[in-house]
């Protein structure tokens, strides 16, 4: 007999295949490779050497200025509904961008 699974477990399972079907995926498996490869992060899990990666990978495509990363970092917290996080970090960019 087939276990049912919980909200919690079926919540789990649509995240994970909605992140495997994602355009990002090829990106930050790429760069979970690079990190690993570059930047010797061995003691990283697959899924934290992707995250970090894909931060690399945002770094240089903004060619290392922090305040659009900022700017996409609050974007993608606001989304998650991290609004207390998001609202934190439109501080932040306020404060850079009054210097």
Avoid: V
């Avoid at 909605?18 to 003691?43: D, T, V, Y």
């Avoid at 609050?74 to 961008?97: K, P, S, V």
Wanted: hydrophobic content about 35%; aromatic content about 6%; proline content about 2%.
């Amino acid at each position: 007999m087939e276990k049912q699974m919980t909200t919690q477990e079926q919540l789990e399972r649509e995240i994970q295949e909605r992140r495997q079907n994602s355009p990002l995926m090829a990106i930050a498996q790429e760069a979970a490779e690079a990190c690993f490869n570059e930047h010797g992060k061995q003691s990283m899990s697959q899924e934290e050497r992707e995250l970090e990666g894909l931060g690399i990978r945002i770094s240089e495509w903004n060619t290392w200025n922090g305040l659009p990363i900022m700017k996409i970092a609050r974007a993608a917290l606001e989304d998650a509904n991290f609004h207390t996080e998001a609202g934190i970090i439109a501080q932040w960019i306020a404060r850079y961008e009054s210097k």
